[in-house]
T-cell receptor
């Protein structure tokens, strides 16, 4: 079974803090993704990575950065958290091969920025 | 026009009913179609995927793709209270080929919230 884990289920941070969200997958997947999910807006892709040290911007990268130093680990960094970054953050991973790079998701991190 | 449209619901049905969930899309390059189920406060889990047109069945679930109409459906037979969740459709075009960075991305619908009432 594919396992994607995220470091925290719930986080409360203050405006201006630097926030690290960690994601680890145990299936040797090449691709990893960070999304945020908000009511009425659905899933929005922040960043993805298709190899170690490689990263690509998604649809909403502003205010975020990522790091992938090891194949199994993909970190999302909020350099200076703001209240509009309060959201559910979801990490996903997939193989670089058929079928269709179907993505497997972690349980999510609910981040509240005060 | 959004690439993928999905009615957000909520959809409420009695236990045992047949449920039909749908998505329409505009990008004719989409070839791979997936359905994810997301329980409250959990991450989405892959339910089914299909390639191109046709039907695929897995137990009480049937996924259907009609590329000519750019329309996909998920049918749930004999629905159970445990099916209560948000269902998201997702699709992929593999534009740029398998090595293109864009090929890894999925385009998601916003999800339909389903409640099955005992």
């Amino acid at each position: 079974d594919v396992k994607v884990t995220q470091s925290s289920r719930y986080l409360v941070k203050r405006t201006g803090e630097k926030v690290f969200l960690e994601c680890v997958q145990d299936m040797d997947h090449e691709n990893m993704f960070w999304y945020r999910q908000d009511p009425g807006l659905g899933l929005r892709l922040i960043y993805f990575s298709y190899d170690v040290k490689m990263k690509e911007k998604g649809d909403i990268p502003e205010g975020y950065s990522v790091s992938r130093e090891k194949k199994e680990r993909f970190s999302l960094i909020l350099e200076s958290a703001s209240t509009n970054q309060t959201s559910m953050y979801l990490c996903a991973s997939s193989y670089f091969s058929l079928p269709a790079e179907t993505q497997y998701f972690g349980p999510g991190t609910r981040l509240l920025v005060l | 026009q959004k690439e993928v449209e999905q009615d957000p619901g909520p959809l409420s049905v009695p236990e045992g009913a047949i449920v039909s969930l749908n998505c329409t899309y505009s990008n004719s390059a989409f070839q791979y179609f997936m359905w994810y189920r997301q329980y409250s406060r959990k991450g989405p889990e892959l339910l089914m995927y299909t390639y191109s047109s046709g039907n695929k069945e897995d137990g009480r679930f049937t996924a259907q793709v009609d590329k000519s109409s750019k329309y996909i459906s998920l049918f749930i037979r004999d629905s159970q209270p445990s099916d209560s969740a948000t269902y998201l459709c997702a699709m992929n075009s593999l534009e740029g080929g398998y090595s293109g960075a864009g090929s890894y991305q999925l385009t998601f619908g916003k999800g339909t919230k389903l409640s099955v009432i005992p």
